[in-house]
């Protein structure tokens, strides 16, 4: 999210924009922009204090004052750059411009705190409500403070109105943070029809890259925002277009767009774009809502789907939250280069073309449950986030993991038919509760003095804000009912509007609507156990004594930590229909006659996996259990199917139970067409694989998938051969993964039919693979084959114009085994003209999760470290995703040290966002070399005894 000091850009920026346009911007800006400036001259600040550990008399902390708090600020900004290139233009991405922040003085002061980052501050001045000019020397401290500080000669008073004004330069880089800069081809051209934009994002710490501000959440303003800039272009904003007009500088002529004055808001979420680009438009609402792509994108009709979807999960939200949009307009649009899936800036949601751009027969199914699901979190950051702001950053989760739970609901209500809901499981709480299952974890809410650099901030976009935030709400919803749930949100945002919150405040809002029914559940003594508290309990019942209890589950060593969690429980039996709920709010064991099961009756924790926790059981009911599964797996719910092998191979991993019994939960599905059992195996199966895909476990495992997968291949079968899918969401899910099993696992059916609908397309140019297929079709037909196939693709890649199918073809390109192609495309990672900046670190990562790549795409990391945090590690794309995928398979205690000297290579902190991530990479080594070390011999034989007759 942010980016370090370069010192040769910095130099570069110094050199072109000073010496070219320092003189003519200065000029520009006191014509154009109608400054008063000539009654009170304003001052030129001094050169840049050399870096320093901090300022003399600075805040105690990196966090600013708080003695002055602004109010309103005026932004002009003129971008430079041309859209289109031609053999005389000569082309710049530099910006200047001004900015006056009014601002309220709360506390005697004689110093004023603001950010500034990356700029050139050519001209400040201060004044008072009187225009009185209050002397003073400026600063900018070249740290992680990113200060810009004042020093007055006399007193600001408390109580009292004051003016900052400074006019700066800048320029716009493909860094992808703050202010920059984006180029594209039309119509999949070559360099001759190269395109540029400028585009945004602030989030979280960037704003200051663009303009001197109170960079902090919780400062928030309104913003009047005035953009100069090439005649064809268009410039969008927060706010709706007030006036435009033609002027003429430097005898060229510009457009001034002059937008509306915001809301009050946060900067973080303030956003620009100067672009060519076109808009689909809907009418006949109380607000204009337009979505933004490149012209021929939505002369294809390729934003349609979303802004027909966005506008139904808008008015739901309307209704859910009980207040109208509070916006005049929301403008949204797909960017060709976007850190972030998408960033929900009020008024302007900024997208990867990936998450917005849809078009029928190219896209699959799981591109067009992307693009709802993403719609569907940004347009509920419109209340939740935007108009009700976090205080800090420690709080995120709380934005974040709310649009990440109420998303669903958004999704369900514009796609009905899919059943969405009952995937939160699957895409939210096992996948988190994985990385919540190290002693590396970190709690949802941190401590305020816990969060104060750039990176200590950035660290938090991860799964346990997003998705461990999501389950939490999700199972509290269910703990108090959505009615009082639903009732409490509306009450919690009407009292925060255009403010900020804590945590705590949702609580007492939720709270109040309990109070109203006589509940006696007291909801802050419950939840500060799952926010407070890192990681989640696993909950041990013995269903012969009805003694349960909870303990700190981790998967690779005893806690340390003396947690306990308030725990609601819904419990189900066999031959009941009733449902029986509880609150463990003690370690135990305590003793419940719910518990009970007598007899050959089987009793099922965690009904629809509401709760965050996992479920082990007394040996026996374990056994009941997978009796069911093989007698008749329906008569268990199909979620907890799915749970019960997860929560099976994580309490294997973390010697709870036997492997064996882990694995036996895999047994049944052979008979198994459901999508999330299977789905939960797979994701659990895939850590075998990781672990013994380079040993002889491999190939009995290989045998073992083949048949369990058979089955499942030939009921998809008349599907896939006829290049079909069926109607079921989870269904066409199901197929992809019957044909990925069955392929990868050398069933020779399946990959013949890959390697030959794959040569059918080389041959005759037209690509017959269903979209929901591709990207399978593609990987296994490429793994098969060679240098050929892989040429094919990449141009197919480099000609594709949708960015769903670049995707699909990127990923595919990754599956080769041809050890040079990957090493050459490991290369192409850092040339932006072929890989995009933005994909560069997943682009890595694919090739890791190849064996045959991941050696190679290590070496690669290490070898290029440097230059990759440098030039790849700003805006929202935190490194920490890379360091976790090119080491995801390490088993050994070979490359423990190879990870261990890494470390020491680079320093310790050195590592900056991806320093956590690093931290978990050496804790999951260990604990996968010991897991290899006690297991490889028990899994070997296992596989070979369900292999034997095969």
């Known amino acids: 999210m942010s980016k370090g000091v370069y010192v040769s850009k910095a130099l570069a920026v110094s050199i072109i924009v000073v010496t070219v346009l ?54 002009y900004l003129q971008t430079y750059f041309y859209t289109r290139l031609s053999n005389v233009t000569n082309q710049t991405f530099a910006f200047n411009g001004n900015a006056t922040v009014y601002f309220k003085c709360l506390k005697t002061t004689k110093k004023i705190f603001m950010h500034s980052k990356d700029l050139n501050i050519t001209l400040f001045r201060v004044t008072d409500e009187n225009g009185d000019v209050v002397a003073g020397r400026l600063t900018l401290w070249d740290d992680e403070s990113n200060f810009l500080e004042v020093e007055l000669e006399s007193a600001l008073k408390a109580n009292k109105n004051y003016i900052f004004f400074t006019t700066f330069e800048g320029e716009m880089f493909d860094d992808l943070a703050g202010l920059y800069i984006s180029k594209y081809t039309e119509n999949g051209g070559n360099y001759l029809t190269f395109r540029y934009l400028a585009a945004s994002q602030m989030q979280p710490t960037d704003a200051r890259k663009v303009f001197p501000c109170f960079d902090e959440p919780a400062m928030k303003a309104i913003f009047d925002i005035t953009i100069i800039h090439r005649r064809d272009t268009t410039a969008l904003s927060n706010a709706k277009t007030k006036e435009s007009w033609v002027t003429t500088i430097d005898d060229e002529q510009w457009l001034v767009t002059h937008f509306y004055p915001t809301r009050k808001m946060s900067t973080y979420l303030l956003a620009f774009t100067v672009s060519e680009f076109k808009e689909e438009k809907s009418d006949n609402l109380v607000y204009t809502f337009k979505t933004w792509a490149r012209p021929e ?13 966005s506008i139904e999960i808008l008015m739901f939200y309307e209704e859910e939250f009980g207040i109208p949009y509070p916006l005049s307009k929301l403008d949204q649009i797909a960017l060709p280069d976007f850190s972030a899936g998408a960033m929900e800036n009020w008024g302007l ?185 890192m990681g989640y309990p696993v909950i041990t019942i013995n269903t012969t004594s009805g003694e349960v209890l909870q303990q700190h589950f981790l998967l690779n060593q005893t806690s340390h930590y003396n947690f306990t969690w308030q725990v609601p429980i819904k419990v189900m039996k066999s031959g009941s229909s009733t449902l029986e ?16 099961a007598s007899g050959n009756q089987w009793l099922l924790a965690n009904v629809n996996c509401t709760g965050y926790f996992r479920v082990n059981y007394n040996p026996q009911n374990w056994e009941r259990l997978l009796k069911q599964l093989e007698s008749n797996h329906k008569n268990i719910p199909v979620i907890n199917r799915g749970q019960l092998i997860d929560d099976a191979f994580n309490l294997a991993r973390a010697k709870y139970i036997n492997t064996t019994l882990a694995l036996n939960t895999t047994k049944y599905l052979r008979n198994e067409t459901e ?15 990781l672990m013994f895909d380079r040993s002889e476990v491999y190939g009995p495992m290989k045998a073992y998938m083949r048949k369990q997968v058979y089955n499942l291949y030939k009921y998809f079968e008349p599907y896939t051969m006829n290049m079909t899918v069926p109607q079921g969401h989870t269904e066409q899910y199901n197929q992809i993964n019957a044909i990925s099993v069955a392929c990868s696992n050398d069933l020779e059916d399946c990959k013949e039919t890959a390697s030959k609908l794959f040569r059918e397309w080389m041959n005759n140019a037209s690509n017959k693979i269903h979209p929901n297929l591709k990207s399978t079709i593609y990987c296994n037909a490429i793994a098969a084959g060679g240098e050929e196939e892989w040429d094919f693709a990449w141009q197919m890649y480099m000609n594709a114009t949708i960015a769903s199918e670049k995707d699909k073809l990127r990923y595919a390109l990754s599956c080769t085994e041809n050890v040079w192609i990957l090493n050459r495309y490991l290369s192409y990672t850092l040339d932006p003209s072929k890989i995009r900046k933005m994909d560069s670190v997943s682009t890595i990562n694919y090739i890791a999760r190849n064996v045959v790549g991941q050696s190679l795409a290590w070496d690669f990391v290490r070898s290029q470290w440097s230059y990759i945090s440098q030039e790849y590690g700003g805006g929202i794309m935190s490194l920490g995703s890379l360091i976790d995928g090119v080491t995801e398979r390490f088993s050994t205690v070979f490359e423990l040290q190879q990870l261990r000297q890494f470390q020491k290579d680079h320093g310790e902190g050195s590592f900056g966002s991806a320093t956590r991530a690093l931290q978990q990479a050496m804790e999951r080594t260990e604990a996968n070399i010991k897991w290899v070390q006690e297991n490889k011999q028990t899994v070997l034989e296992w596989f070979r005894r369900e292999t034997t007759n095969l």
Do not use: C
């Open 675 to 689: 999508y999330i059992p299977w789905e939960s195996a797979l994701e659990n199966l895939d850590y075998f694989i």
């Open 581 to 596: 709920a509880d609150l463990l709010t003690r370690k135990g064991p305590v003793q419940k006659v719910m518990y009970q």
């Open 297 to 309: 994108a939505v002369d294809a009709n390729h934003t349609k789907y979303a802004q027909e979807k």
């Open 349 to 533: 949601i900024t997208y990867r073309e990936t998450a917005l751009l849809y078009e029928e027969g190219v896209s699959s199914t799981s591109n067009k449950e992307w693009i709802v699901t993403v719609i569907a979190h940004e347009v509920a950051h419109q209340w939740f986030g935007n108009l009700v702001t976090m205080k800090w950053w420690n709080d995120l989760w709380l934005n974040e993991g709310f649009a990440t739970y109420i998303s669903y609901k958004g999704v369900n209500k514009a796609e009905a038919s899919w059943g969405i809901n009952d995937l939160f499981v699957l895409h939210e709480t096992q996948p988190v509760m994985q990385v919540d299952s190290l002693a590396s974890s970190h709690p949802l809410s941190s401590g305020e003095k816990d969060v104060q650099t750039p990176s200590d901030i950035t660290e938090l976009f991860d799964s346990i804000t997003y998705s461990k935030g999501a389950a939490v709400l999700r199972m509290l919803s269910d703990y108090l009912t959505e009615t009082v749930f639903q009732k409490g949100l509306k009450s919690y945002l009407k009292a925060y509007e255009y403010s900020n919150a804590e945590y705590k405040d949702l609580w007492s809002h939720l709270q109040m609507e309990l109070d109203k029914v006589n509940s006696e559940i007291r909801v802050e003594e419950v939840m500060k156990t799952w926010t407070q508290q």
């Open 22 to 75: 320092a003189v003519s911007s200065i000029i520009t800006m006191l014509v154009v922009y109608n400054i008063q400036i000539e009654k009170n001259p304003p001052q030129r600040p001094p050169t840049n204090s050399p870096t320093t550990p901090f300022p003399t008399g600075p805040p105690p902390n990196l966090r600013l004052p708080g003695d002055l708090v602004p109010e309103k600020y005026n932004v």
